[in-house]
């Protein structure tokens, strides 16, 4: 028996679009990163399949003309939104600040940028690209769909 079907759906998405970031980016880039685990940004979107996989969860038990799918749906319209843009924009800055302080570092003509305490660097690797999130969206789907058969719900 199941406690609550929807928060299960959601949180599981999450963990496997988290953990399946370390094997494709090791198959798409070549490269061995265990610690994508736990950062933001990346393929797919856990941020995107959190929230579609509670979306799909609750359609699959309350029906799509209920008012926790309409309030469920507009709530991953709005995180899914933030993940390709607001915060995929802040990573782009924050790559080009990375750089622009580089620079000045290199270039030794700023003595405020000298002291190690502003060399540090910012995170980039915020937001996502849209494929991303149609990927971890997608993914959470999926996730709910095939708990839910697994469950006997659907």
Same mark, same amino acid.
């Given at each position: 028996?199941? +406690?609550? @079907?929807?928060?299960?759906?959601?949180?599981? #998405?999450? %963990? =496997?679009?988290?953990?399946?970031?370390?094997?494709? $980016?090791?198959?798409?880039?070549?490269?061995?990163?265990?610690?994508?685990?736990?950062? /933001?940004?990346?393929?797919?979107?856990?941020?995107?399949?959190?929230?579609? #996989?509670? /979306? /799909? #969860?609750?359609?699959?038990?309350?029906?799509? $003309? !209920?008012?926790?799918?309409?309030?469920?749906?507009?709530?991953?319209?709005?995180?899914? @939104?933030?993940?390709?843009? %607001?915060?995929?924009?802040? &990573?782009?800055?924050?790559?080009?600040?990375?750089?622009? %302080?580089?620079? =000045?570092?290199? !270039?030794?003509?700023?003595?405020?940028?000298?002291?190690?305490? @502003?060399? /540090?660097?910012?995170?980039?690797?915020? &937001? $996502?690209?849209?494929?991303?999130?149609?990927? &971890?969206? +997608?993914? &959470? %789907?999926?996730? #709910?769909?095939?708990?839910?058969?697994?469950? $006997?719900?659907?």
């Amino acid at each position: 028996m199941w +406690l609550n @079907y929807a928060l299960e759906c959601a949180i599981l #998405a999450n %963990i =496997l679009a988290q953990v399946i970031k370390v094997p494709l $980016h090791l198959l798409m880039k070549r490269q061995w990163q265990p610690m994508l685990i736990f950062s /933001t940004g990346g393929m797919p979107s856990s941020h995107s399949a959190f929230v579609a #996989a509670l /979306t /799909t #969860a609750v359609a699959v038990l309350d029906g799509f $003309h !209920s008012t926790t799918f309409a309030i469920s749906f507009c709530l991953a319209s709005v995180v899914i @939104y933030d993940a390709m843009g %607001i915060r995929r924009h802040a &990573g782009e800055h924050a790559k080009l600040l990375n750089h622009l %302080i580089d620079d =000045l570092v290199n !270039s030794g003509n700023v003595l405020f940028f000298q002291d190690k305490a @502003y060399q /540090t660097k910012l995170k980039e690797l915020l &937001g $996502h690209e849209p494929l991303e999130t149609l990927a &971890g969206t +997608l993914f &959470g %789907i999926a996730i #709910a769909l095939i708990y839910g058969w697994c469950l $006997h719900l659907i």
